[in-house]
């Protein structure tokens, strides 16, 4: 018997099983395609969520840190005071600067690997640089000798000035991730290497930037 007899031979029924398994098995593909897709669309759109209001404190943050371009010049002049007056204890502010990260802890998955590493390590550091606040605020620091008082206060300017570097290398990373993709962020993190520890100072407040861009997509 030859093919196309054995073809004729085989019973309708068994025919149409076999299409409709054949559009069973193709639907579970679609369908698995469609909610694949859907599942990558609404990681993206939890991604730019997400780094847009990570954005947004990093850089109320640094406007804070930043003093309106007076922070050096204040810290030294109340420094200058201090030598002056060994008696003089600053007032420490406090500062809270990581209420949105708490707040998106529970969702840290969705960053990418281009940024996370960043934005993990600088909320970390500005957790130290509230930490020590908390405890120049205590009767502590001011208990302690002029010299050490000035001395844990100039660290403590330090540490204010480093975080500002490492939030701004933090906003260039998440924009050039929104506007040029996850590549071309991957290929500035390289680039900036030690950069990244000690990046140039500009004005937060006048170099406003859109974390969403079409490489967020």
Do not use: C
Request: hydrophobic share 45%; glycine share 6%; charged share 25%.
């Amino acid at each position: 018997m030859n093919a196309s007899g054995l073809i004729d031979a085989i019973d309708p029924r068994i025919w149409q099983a076999v299409i409709a398994g054949g559009v069973v098995a193709l639907g579970w593909i679609v369908n698995g395609a469609r909610e694949r897709a859907e599942a990558r669309r609404q990681r993206r759109s939890r991604t730019r969520d997400v780094h847009k209001a990570l954005f947004a404190e990093i850089q109320n943050t640094l406007s804070v840190f930043y003093g309106e371009g007076r922070a050096e010049q204040d810290a030294a002049e109340l420094i200058a005071r201090m030598r002056a007056d060994p008696d003089f204890v600053p007032f420490v502010p406090h500062e809270v600067h990581d209420r949105v990260f708490v707040a998106l802890i529970s969702d840290i998955e969705v960053l990418p690997r281009q940024t996370i590493d960043a934005i993990v390590a600088f909320y970390s550091y500005i957790s130290a640089v509230m930490a020590l606040a908390q405890d120049m605020r205590g009767r502590g620091y001011a208990r302690l000798p002029a010299d050490r008082r000035i001395a844990l206060y100039e660290d403590f300017m330090a540490m204010r000035l480093r975080a500002f570097a490492m939030g701004q290398y933090v906003l260039k990373l998440i924009r050039i991730y929104a506007d040029s993709g996850p590549e071309a962020a991957e290929r500035f993190a390289a680039k900036s290497g030690a950069g990244k520890r000690r990046m140039p100072i500009s004005n937060p407040v006048s170099d406003r930037i859109d974390p969403e861009g079409p490489g967020s997509a």
